[in-house]
């Protein structure tokens, strides 16, 4: 790597060690001895809690706690989880309705913890729990995302709406659809579904006395570091929280669960180190949702197909609780990319928060984005249809045009650059389109109905635009970086690592990497919304610089040399005249033989301008059997404007992954409840996950446009596959059956389904 240049597509260090078994997740480094704990759940949606007895599940063997609401506050614990409200349209803010971390006067999903049992072993957790006696008095279910129904907070709430967002000039928007030639008008439902991490969520608390230490499989430590010095009226430098390996997070691993409090004060209680870790079905009732929408859209054209007005409103399916992001994912963070890649200033969302008697929805790769392009690249698919036109053909007569950019959106984002004639025809050319004809007769011929769906996606990054990077230079003459992103899969121990080698010239094999632990770690902005690589990288190349400036300084001042006779050229340090050329880690060793501490570590903050804008076009193919309903995503090319890639082979990885998230969406998974609230789809029994067979060989190609917001010129990957897949597919499918007069398909694409909706046409 060091000898051959940047850019360049090298393994992943970690994937040794996490393949061959020794990783470390909380499972495998929770402390020797620690009691377990046991979550006692509501087994009915709704229902007000008239009493909780838990006097014989105490004497139970064992046992060393039970804990329920009453005795957080009596402990003087701060029940409430905090999270972000969005701003509604006249000006307030959204629904401020508490959520405890043990129901308190209700439960509202089924799921919902109301007692918590500690023991030294599971067989004796479950047995205590047993013996709780839970009386309550049951309520109707609300599971419909649409206003009116049981109040769910009625404090709080009318008709369940937890928050009434709009964003666009609604005036000017209705006007130009009034004067337009066509109207089209689409429903789009953006199915449910649920995260199914790799690694279900778990955590292990401990006091030691005056300090509590949380270690938990999240996506950053700092922020719930801050959450639990809240709750527990302590200084934060009281409170140390780390992460070990993660397996996977996907945005539903970031915020604050319930759980991780109740262990804390369980800890504290017992005395002992408290584990806790979810068994699957588990993770089905309690993790954070994903999607859940329902949009109707409108877009408006002249008599020319100009697109000239867009009009989307929504009913966001809230759960039960607002999560920590929940009310800003269908509202603030679907507008960001609202109008997509098309230049049209007229436009207007509408959105709806609504309580239902389900588990709480938040963060899933895109986090708002995707839901965004899907309801505006299936509307764009559609209203090609309808006006008969090629759908290619449609977007490139709208696309925003190169001379545009910078480009100010009618939401107000600042688009950099963008050139997406040149990526769409990279895509067209790589998906061979002009055999897309014949591919389709050879279907037919074999009794399959064959689409092609395109989606042209663009995501807005997301997240605190600054980061945090500290560089030490260990006495073994190797260095390490800590920083403040969190890897859950996404390769940051290489990448990273790479990033400074190839800025510094200092062996990869020399570099060891640290991150989520806050005692050593003082800040940073964990990772969600594609942040890491451009806000992470962007610190590092301020660190480099700063310690590169300093050595300069030093190697001037050893030398007997002016400063401007310093320089660096990426490996090694040169003096002018001389033939003195140390590396980085030689220039450390000298400072320390000169005890030049100050030259032994570096800690720098830096901040991006501006956020870039990853895009890009996703073709998707699909073959249906009408004897069946079985559909399979046969072929499937995608070419990426990412900006320049630090590590193409891992860039290529995170899109890989992330379209075969999004072909789980549209082929397989699907969240069903029943009308009294109970959870239809918790095993894998009943709820399908993308499989090998499910997902054809994905052709990635980089067709970069570099961004100015950075210096590297970076875009962020690791949503960007999702964020194009669901249309894709959902198109491809959509183009396979209009034919038979099916004119607007609904995710996922399941075997019944797709059976049904043929021969019901």
């Known amino acids: 790597m060091e000898k051959f240049g940047k850019s360049q597509s090298v393994k992943r260090v970690e994937d040794l060690r996490l393949l061959t078994g020794h990783g470390r997740y909380v499972e495998d480094i929770a402390p020797q001895g620690s009691l377990v704990a046991f979550f006692v759940r509501s087994t009915v949606a709704h229902a007000t809690i008239n009493s909780i007895d838990t006097a014989e599940a105490k004497d139970v063997d064992g046992v060393h706690a039970v804990l329920t609401a009453q005795d957080l506050i009596d402990a003087g614990v701060d029940l409430h989880i905090e999270f972000s409200q969005a701003p509604n349209r006249d000006g307030t803010k959204g629904c401020a309705a508490p959520r405890p971390v043990l129901a308190t006067d209700r439960v509202r999903y089924v799921g919902e913890a109301y007692a918590c049992v500690v023991a030294e072993t599971m067989a004796q957790a479950k047995d205590a729990a047993e013996l709780i006696e839970f009386d309550y008095d049951e309520l109707p279910a609300k599971v419909d995302p649409v206003p009116g129904g049981e109040e769910l907070h009625p404090d709080y709430t009318k008709d ?112 002992k180190p408290v584990l806790w870790m979810s068994d699957r079905t588990e993770a089905m009732l309690t ?50 990319v609202l109008m997509g890649v098309y230049d049209v200033q007229h436009a207007l969302l509408e959105v709806k928060g609504i309580f239902t008697n389900t588990v709480p929805t938040d963060a899933y790769r895109g986090a708002g984005r995707p839901e965004a392009i899907f309801a505006l690249e299936r509307s764009m698919d559609n209203a090609a249809r309808v006006l008969g036109v090629d759908p290619m053909e449609l977007r490139r007569k709208n696309f925003i045009p190169v001379n545009k950019f910078p480009y100010k959106t009618v939401t107000g984002e600042n688009y950099d650059v963008g050139d997406f004639n040149k990526v769409l025809d990279r895509a067209e050319a790589e998906a061979d389109i002009a055999g897309f004809a014949a591919r389709k007769a050879k279907s037919a011929e074999a009794g399959k109905l064959r689409g092609l769906g395109l989606c042209y996606y663009i995501e807005s990054i997301l997240g605190d635009p600054s980061e945090h990077t500290q560089v030490d230079f260990n006495d073994d003459g190797t260095a390490t970086i800590y920083v403040g992103t969190q890897s859950n899969g996404q390769g940051h121990e290489t990448v990273f690592a790479q990033f400074l080698s190839d800025q510094t010239g200092i062996p990869t094999d020399k570099i060891s990497f640290v991150q989520g632990d806050s005692d050593r770690i003082a800040i940073g902005g964990g990772t969600g919304g594609s942040r890491s690589v451009t806000t992470q990288n962007n610190a590092v190349l301020y660190t480099v610089e700063v310690m590169t400036k300093a050595f300069t300084k030093f190697l001037a001042e050893e030398n007997g040399v002016d400063e401007g006779d310093v320089s660096f050229d990426d490996e090694r340090f040169r003096i002018e005249g001389s033939n003195v050329a140390p590396t980085f880690l030689e220039v450390a060793a000298m400072a320390r033989e000169k005890n030049r501490t100050d030259l032994l570590s570096f800690r720098e903050k830096a901040k991006i301008p501006g956020r870039s804008y990853p895009n890009g076009a996703h073709f998707a193919e699909v073959e249906i059997d009408p004897d069946t309903g079985e559909t399979t995503v046969v072929k499937y090319t995608v070419v990426d404007d990412l900006g320049n890639l630090i590590n193409p082979m891992l860039a290529e990885g995170q899109v890989h992954g992330g379209v075969a998230q999004g072909i789980g969406q549209a082929i397989n998974e699907r969240v069903v409840y029943d009308e009294d609230g109970q959870l239809l789809t918790a095993t894998f029994m009943d709820y399908s996950m993308p499989r090998a067979y499910d997902t054809p060989w994905i052709m990635f190609n980089s067709e970069p446009v570099p961004s100015t917001a950075n210096i590297m010129g970076m875009k962020g990957c690791g949503e960007a596959g999702t964020v194009g897949a669901l249309a894709a597919v959902t198109n491809a499918v959509q183009d396979a059956v209009w034919d038979r007069g099916i004119q607007n398909v609904s995710m996922p694409f399941t075997p019944m389904r797709v059976w049904e909706l043929l021969n019901a046409a």
């Open 287 to 336: 993790d954070n949702g994903g999607r859940a929408l329902v949009s109707t859209t409108k877009l408006a054209f002249d008599a020319d197909n100009k697109l000239i007005g867009y009009w989307v409103q929504t009913m966001s399916d809230m759960g039960a609780y607002s999560s920590n992001f929940g009310q800003f994912i269908q509202s603030f963070l679907f507008a960001r």
């Open 160 to 271: 369940n709406i937890v928050y009434d967002f709009a964003d666009g000039d609604a005036e000017a928007t209705k006007k130009v659809f009034d004067e337009a030639a066509n109207v089209i008008e689409l429903e789009v439902v953006d199915n449910r579904i649920i995260v199914n991490s790799m690694e279900p969520r778990g955590a292990y608390a401990e006091w030691d006395g005056d300090r509590l230490h949380l270690c938990f499989n999240g996506q950053g430590v700092w922020g719930m570091k801050s959450h639990l010095a809240k709750s527990f009226g302590m200084d934060e430098e009281k409170v140390r929280v780390t992460h070990p390996d993660v397996g996977g997070g996907f945005g539903m691993k970031a915020p604050p669960y319930p759980e991780y409090f109740v262990i804390a004060e369980a800890s504290k209680r017992a005395g």
